[in-house]
């Protein structure tokens, strides 16, 4: 079947950096709050990749309007009723937010009570902002594959995991820190903090990840006439890529891969940036499919 | 004020498509763009078989998701129960369309009425060019309706949306919209859905009336009475 998709690539390219940086300011504040002088040097890559990420995606947004130029007149025709314009100040709200976060750490005022209040403020629009992209799309009738509210959690949780991956991939690139993204948690003797279990909190963001697509899967399937037309369009036309590159390159091959770092119980220098690049094309895939099969119309007749 | 409404008669509907082709020449509807527009299946094998054809057009619903949707309010719900859009807001966002259950916003990637802008020749060997047609008839197309610019744009430039408006420009003078009008069949009767005595709450009564896609919620304002 031919259709015209009215959102193309450059939507789910905002989905997917709008994801990364609020991925990423969520794992900047979970750090911070965790031990911020121990994790400096990440919370600092998290605090500069998120405002950058987000601005890149709606950059890409930007050139997908008709008339760009016309971008601005969203802020002052608000339109109370409408997703998108609520989106408009919720992205620019955290844009602000993480660029004040990016200056305080540039500005090294880690430990002012300014960057707890802006991280606070940031994580709760981040998580608005992580929403709203689900909803973009689950707020309107009639998109069976969209339909029955669980694509909002599906791409905040999608946006958390590859947000934090893109983290781990830049730091595992950087030597000084590798030994921070590898370590296992042990017990300190000088009374520091245990060591953040990174590849513990991969293995939970995996597990939730996993979960949610399999529930929003059969509850498509188990669902009305229209949503299993729409889900059997999805595995017939694009099957390969979703079984293939969703479910198992992007989800369960991390999940051994990180599995079998958590039971070793020893430094991998190896498998952190793969993990987070499978991670990182799984997610982009995930938006990519439920974005375009999502828009795919049924003939009345 | 009115609450215009359509209903389609789908029992004096021939199938003709009239509809489709007259709209285009009164709203100046480019080539692949359908403001009015058609379904039609069969199905069964002969010597039993069954043909549906449906017209279909914006359903101006009383709760339309397109102007819910839109980020600046450039597509509006008129007093008149007429769903509208404004060119000068419209910001080529395509959330109209998302939001559409039923395919009937249509958007200018491009230049429109790429034909007529175009000096290849027309017919290949041949030594006329669509754009020199239209000069000669000293108007952007060649069957260029200036009425339309009465409440719309008369061509939607390229970058926005555009939809069929009941022909608000007629309406708004006290005519039917073009497609009522030019039926063949005379299975298009418009009225206001408020007047208790108007033809087509008549009809709805009578006959009892289908809405495409009802179960939305969107409350579409075109209604199917009888069957093909």
Same mark, same amino acid.
């Given at each position: 079947?031919?259709?015209?998709?009215?959102?193309?690539?450059?939507?789910?390219?905002?989905?997917?950096?709008?994801?990364? %940086?609020?991925?990423?300011?969520?794992?900047?504040?979970?750090?911070?709050?965790?031990?911020?002088?121990?994790?400096?040097?990440? +919370?600092? +890559?998290?605090?500069?990749?998120?405002?950058?990420?987000?601005?890149?995606?709606?950059?890409?947004? +930007?050139?997908?309007?008709?008339?760009?130029?016309?971008?601005?007149?969203?802020?002052?025709?608000?339109?109370?009723?409408?997703?998108?314009?609520? %989106?408009?100040?919720?992205?620019?709200?955290?844009?602000?937010?993480?660029?004040?976060?990016?200056?305080?750490?540039?500005?090294?005022?880690?430990?002012?009570?300014?960057?707890?209040? =802006?991280?606070?403020?940031?994580?709760?629009?981040?998580?608005?902002?992580?929403?709203?992209?689900?909803?973009?799309?689950?707020?309107?009738?009639?998109?069976?594959?969209?339909?029955?509210?669980?694509?909002?959690?599906?791409?905040?949780?999608?946006?958390?995991? =590859?947000?934090?991956?893109?983290?781990?991939?830049?730091?595992?690139?950087?030597?000084?820190?590798?030994?921070?993204?590898?370590?296992?948690?042990?017990?300190?003797?000088? %009374?520091?903090?245990?060591?953040?279990?990174?590849?513990?909190?991969?293995?939970?963001?995996?597990?939730?990840?996993? =979960?949610?697509?399999?529930?929003?899967?059969?509850?498509?399937?188990?669902?009305?006439?229209?949503?299993?037309?729409?889900?059997?369009?999805?595995?017939?036309?694009? %099957?390969?890529?979703?079984?293939?590159?969703?479910?198992?390159?992007?989800?369960?091959?991390?999940?051994?891969?990180?599995?079998?770092?958590?039971?070793?119980?020893?430094?991998?220098?190896? =498998?952190?940036?793969?993990?987070?690049?499978? +991670?990182?094309?799984?997610?982009?895939?995930?938006?990519?499919?439920?974005?375009?099969?999502?828009?795919?119309?049924?003939?009345?007749? | 004020?009115?609450?215009?409404?359509?209903v389609?008669?789908?029992?004096?509907?021939?199938?003709?498509?009239?509809?489709?082709?007259?709209?285009?020449?009164?709203?100046?509807?480019?080539?692949?763009?359908?403001?009015?527009?058609?379904?039609?299946?069969?199905?069964?094998?002969?010597?039993?078989?069954?043909?549906?054809?449906?017209?279909?057009?914006?359903?101006?619903?009383?709760?339309?998701?397109?102007?819910?949707?839109?980020?600046?309010?450039?597509?509006?719900?008129?007093?008149?129960?007429?769903?509208?859009?404004?060119?000068?807001?419209?910001?080529?966002?395509?959330?109209?369309?998302?939001?559409?259950?039923?395919?009937?916003?249509?958007?200018?990637?491009?230049?429109?009425?790429?034909?007529?802008?175009?000096?290849?020749?027309?017919?290949?060997?041949?030594?006329?060019?669509?754009?020199?047609?239209?000069?000669?008839?000293?108007?952007?197309?060649?069957?260029?309706?200036?009425?339309?610019?009465?409440?719309?744009?008369?061509?939607?430039?390229?970058?926005?949306?555009?939809?069929?408006?009941?022909?608000?420009?007629?309406?708004?003078?006290?005519?039917?919209?073009?497609?009522?009008?030019?039926?063949?069949?005379?299975?298009?009767i418009f009225g206001d859905?408020?007047d208790?005595h108007s033809e087509i709450i008549y009809l709805i009564?009578k006959?009892?009336?289908?809405?495409?896609?009802?179960?939305?919620?969107?409350?579409?304002?075109?209604?199917?009475?009888?069957?093909?």
């Amino acid at each position: 079947m031919n259709f015209y998709a009215p959102w193309d690539i450059r939507v789910t390219l905002d989905f997917f950096l709008g994801g990364l %940086g609020i991925g990423a300011f969520l794992f900047a504040a979970l750090l911070s709050f965790y031990d911020r002088k121990r994790y400096r040097e990440m +919370i600092k +890559i998290s605090a500069y990749i998120a405002p950058i990420s987000i601005i890149l995606g709606l950059l890409a947004l +930007i050139t997908e309007l008709g008339k760009p130029a016309r971008f601005i007149t969203t802020i002052f025709r608000f339109n109370p009723s409408s997703v998108m314009s609520w %989106g408009v100040f919720l992205q620019s709200g955290f844009v602000l937010f993480a660029l004040i976060f990016a200056y305080l750490i540039m500005k090294n005022k880690e430990d002012s009570g300014m960057t707890d209040l =802006t991280l606070i403020l940031g994580s709760l629009l981040a998580l608005a902002v992580g929403l709203y992209q689900g909803l973009l799309l689950s707020a309107n009738v009639g998109r069976s594959l969209w339909s029955g509210g669980l694509v909002p959690v599906m791409f905040l949780f999608s946006s958390i995991l =590859t947000g934090t991956a893109v983290v781990l991939l830049i730091c595992s690139l950087k030597v000084s820190t590798v030994s921070n993204v590898t370590q296992r948690e042990t017990a300190t003797v000088d %009374g520091q903090s245990k060591d953040f279990s990174f590849t513990g909190l991969l293995f939970g963001l995996i597990v939730a990840n996993i =979960t949610i697509v399999l529930v929003w899967f059969i509850s498509l399937n188990k669902g009305t006439l229209e949503t299993q037309k729409a889900l059997d369009y999805l595995i017939s036309n694009h %099957g390969i890529i979703w079984w293939g590159g969703v479910i198992i390159v992007g989800l369960l091959i991390p999940l051994v891969l990180v599995l079998s770092q958590l039971n070793k119980r020893k430094n991998n220098l190896t =498998t952190t940036p793969i993990i987070s690049a499978l +991670i990182l094309f799984g997610g982009f895939v995930l938006k990519h499919i439920v974005l375009i099969v999502g828009q795919v119309r049924f003939p009345f007749l | 004020m009115p609450n215009y409404a359509m209903v389609i008669d789908l029992h004096k509907c021939t199938g003709c498509g009239a509809c489709a082709i007259t709209c285009k020449n009164e709203n100046n509807v480019q080539e692949g763009f359908f403001w009015s527009n058609y379904v039609h299946k069969t199905t069964g094998e002969f010597p039993n078989v069954r043909f549906e054809f449906m017209p279909t057009l914006c359903n101006h619903c009383e709760d339309a998701p397109c102007v819910k949707a839109c980020p600046v309010g450039a597509m509006y719900k008129d007093k008149n129960g007429i769903t509208l859009h404004d060119p000068e807001k419209c910001i080529g966002c395509k959330s109209c369309m998302i939001a559409d259950p039923y395919g009937v916003i249509y958007f200018n990637k491009e230049r429109p009425h790429k034909f007529w802008n175009s000096s290849e020749n027309a017919i290949h060997n041949g030594t006329s060019s669509g754009k020199e047609v239209a000069d000669k008839a000293g108007a952007p197309i060649p069957y260029y309706n200036p009425e339309r610019e009465k409440t719309y744009a008369g061509i939607r430039p390229q970058g926005i949306v555009e939809k069929c408006t009941f022909c608000d420009h007629r309406v708004k003078d006290g005519e039917k919209p073009y497609c009522v009008e030019s039926c063949p069949a005379g299975a298009r009767i418009f009225g206001d859905l408020d007047d208790p005595h108007s033809e087509i709450i008549y009809l709805i009564s009578k006959h009892g009336a289908k809405q495409l896609k009802a179960e939305l919620g969107t409350k579409p304002k075109v209604f199917y009475i009888r069957s093909y």
